[in-house]
C-alpha cells in the first residue's frame, strides 16, 4: 500500500524554516516533495490477523503502514472508521503546513521564465503599443462595447433592445474560445478538452450533460480549434479571443445571444459571429476609439510614469529600442506625448505604424512607407531607417535587412501571445517578452488565506484519493465517493475565487489552459507590465523553475526560498 504523504512546494523562505521542515521525515515520490510527519498520528490496536482500530489517538507513521498492510480482514464499520481517520489527520498535517506555505508570497511585479536568458545579451528592445507600452482603463472596454453594440443596431438592424445590456466587467476573460456554429463560449485545455462548467450560451452556461451530447465527450477535435492564429478560418469552427481587446467582443456576443434567445428568436450563429467582428472592427479601423480616447486621454490612458521610466533606463544604458504597432501615428502620438512627454521620439531608433501584424511577420510585398508629421505618405524608396522618421506598414524581411537586427540580441515585447511573438520566436530566433496585465490581479489572488487554504487541502485531499483508491469494497467505496464530491467541490470553488465563469486565465482545474501552453511556447519571459523590468539590472539572467516531468523524482531543493 503506498504510503499516505502530503505535497509541498516552495514552502520555506527562512533558515529556521528549513530546519523545522527537515525534523519531519521527508520523502521523494512522483507526485513532488511529500513529508510524513515524524509525530504521532493516530492509536492502533493489531492482534494477530485481526486488525480492529480501536480509536483515533496517534501513534508513529512507521506503525501505521505497518498496520495498513492488513486492512483486508477489517469490518465494513472498521474499515470506514479507519478511513475517516487517515481523512481528518491528514487535514489536521494540512492546516499544521498552511501558515508555512502562506508565508511564501509570490511577488506579483516578479518576471518569469519560460526559457533561461540572459539581459546581458540583449542589444536591441521592441515594444508594442497597446498593452505594452500604453495600459488601458477598464472604461475603454465599456466604450467599445457601447459603441459595437450602437453599431450592431443602427448599421446591421438588430433589435433596438439590445440597448438595455451593457458591458460586464468581470464576466469574461481572455483565451476563451468560441464555437461559430454552436454560439458557445468556452475555456479549453492545454489537450483540447473542454473545462465542463465554463461553457456558456449568452450569459448562461450549459449543463455538462448536453455539452458532452454536443462534442461527444469533453475533448474538441484539432481539425475544428481555432487556427495557427487563433482564427475561425479555413473550416475551422472554434475562434481562440488573444487580446485584451477580445474582452468586450467576447461580452457583446454573450449579450446578443442572450437577448435572442430570451425573446425566442431564431438567427443564424455565424451571422451573429460575423456582425459583432465587423462591428468591433469598425470601432477600430474607422478611427472611432481612436478619436473618443485622444478626446479624453487622462480618462483611458493609465502607467504612464512606469513605462516611462523603463524606456529611460534603456535608454540610458545604451540600449537601441524600436516600436512596431497596428495602431496609426496621431493615435499613438497622442498617447505617447501623454506618457514620455513631446520629445518621445528620441528614445526610438525605429517607430513603425500600422504595421498590420501578424501580417507584417510574414509577408514580403509591403515595402515601407515614410509618413510626415501632419499624416501625409510620401512615396520615396527607403534605403535607411532614421532615428525620428515615422514609418509605414512595410514587413520584417525588409526591416531586418536595413536594420541588422537578428537573432537573440533582439528581444521584443507585446501582449498578443499569436500577432505579437510567435512568429518571432519561431522562425526569427527573436527573444519574446509577453505582457499579461491579468498575473497581477491572479497573483494576489493566489497570495489570499482563502485560496492557499483551498488549494493546500485540494492537493492533500487528491492525493489521499489517490492512495486510498485501491480499497474497493463497498464500505470504503462509498467514503471515498463523498471524498470525491468534496474535491469536485473545492475544484469549483478554486475557479470561482478568480472568476465566477471561467476561472483562470492560466488553469482549467489542473491542467494548464490552452493559452498558457501558448504562452510557455511562444514566450521567453512574461510579466505583468513592462515596469517590472525596473526590479532588474540590465545583466540579469532569469532562469525558468525546473519542473519536474511525472516520471521524475524532484531531488533538487528548488523548493527553498531564501
Known sequence: MPTLCLPLSRLVRSKNNIRKLFTTKALNTRGGIRVLSSRPLWHVNCRGPKYRPTSCHRIPMEQLLSANMCTSSLSDKDMTNWLWCVYNETKRQTEDLIPVISNNFVNPDTIFANNEMSLQDIEIYGFDYDYTLAFYSSHLHTLIFNIARDILIHEHRYPEGLKEYGYIPDFVVRGLHYDVQKALLMKIDAFHYIQLGTVYRGLHPVPDKEVIAMYEGSHVPLEIMSDFYGKSSHGHTMKQFMDIFSLPEMT???????????????????????????????????????????????????????????????????KKMFLITNSPLDFVDRGMNYIIGKDWRDLFDVVIVQADKPGFFN???????????????????????????????????????????????????????????????????????AIIPE????????????????????????????????????????????????????????????NAQFGSLFRTYHNPTYFSRRLSRFADIYMASISCLLNYDLQYTFYPRRTPLQHEAPFWPDFLVF
Open 439 to 498: 498575473l497581477r490581479k491572479e497573483i494576489k489572488i493566489m497570495n489570499t488565506e482563502e485560496y492557499v487554504h483551498t488549494m493546500t487541502w485540494l492537493q492533500s485531499l487528491t492525493n489521499l484519493l489517490e492512495h486510498m483508491q485501491v480499497h474497493r469494497d463497498a464500505a470504503s467505496q462509498a467514503v471515498i465517493q463523498q471524498w470525491v464530491r468534496e474535491r469536485e467541490d473545492m475544484r469549483s470553488r478554486a475557479k470561482n475565487i478568480f
Open 252 to 318: 457583446l456576443l454573450s449579450c446578443v445571444n442572450d437577448y435572442f434567445m430570451k425573446h425566442n428568436i431564431d438567427y443564424e450563429p455565424v451571422h451573429l459571429y460575423k456582425d459583432v467582428k465587423e462591428a468591433i472592427g469598425d470601432v477600430h479601423v474607422k478611427g472611432i476609439m481612436y478619436r473618443a480616447v485622444e478626446a479624453d486621454i487622462e480618462k483611458y490612458i493609465c502607467y504612464g510614469e512606469q513605462t516611462h521610466a523603463v524606456l529611460r533606463k534603456l535608454s540610458e544604458n545604451g
Open 363 to 433: 509577408d514580403r510585398r509591403k515595402p515601407f512607407r515614410r509618413v510626415t508629421d501632419k499624416g501625409v505618405l510620401l512615396w520615396d524608396r527607403i534605403h535607411h531607417l532614421e532615428k525620428g522618421q515615422i514609418y509605414k506598414q512595410g514587413n520584417l524581411y525588409e526591416f531586418l535587412r536595413l536594420t541588422g537586427w537578428r537573432g537573440s540580441k533582439v528581444l521584443y515585447f507585446g501582449d498578443h501571445i499569436y500577432s505579437d511573438l510567435a512568429d518571432l520566436t519561431l522562425k526569427h530566433g527573436w527573444r519574446t517578452g
